[in-house]
Nanobody, 114 residues
Framework: QVRLVESGGGLVQAGGSLRLSCAAS????????MGWYRQAPGKQRELVAI???????SYADSVKGRFTISRDNAKNMVYLQMNSLKPEDTAVYFC????????WGQGTQVTVSS
């Protein structure tokens, strides 16, 4: 059974930083694109950043220059370094990749106070 477990969220003041981690199970991890998504209250889940198996990345315009996605294929881990956080970044953050199908983790709450 494949699993995704996110951690690292918390409460931070605007301008602060957090680093999210995602532990992914399964041998499929290293050959698949992974991404970080977020869902704010009353809003649809949105893509924040993706990273290909080889390391190429892409970001939503709203986080470019502030967030950095990375991965460690040897450890089946994906990370999201979030700097210069804004109140509008408040959401539950999830990691996911198409290879995991309908298996989403519980997410990790990020709250940014103004």
């Amino acid at each position: 059974q494949v699993r995704l477990v996110e951690s690292g969220g918390g409460l931070v003041q605007a301008g602060g930083s957090l680093r999210l981690s995602c532990a992914a199970s399964g041998s499929i991890f290293s050959v698949n694109t992974m991404g970080w998504y977020r869902q704010a209250p009353g809003k649809q889940r949105e893509l924040v950043a993706i990273i290909a198996p080889g390391g190429s990345t892409s970001y939503a315009d709203s986080v470019k220059g502030r967030f950095t996605i990375s991965r460690d294929n040897a450890k089946n881990m994906v990370y999201l370094q979030m700097n210069s956080l804004k109140p509008e970044d408040t959401a539950v953050y999830f990691c996911w990749g198409p290879a995991y199908g309908t298996s989403w983790g519980q997410g990790t709450q990020v709250t940014v106070s103004s």
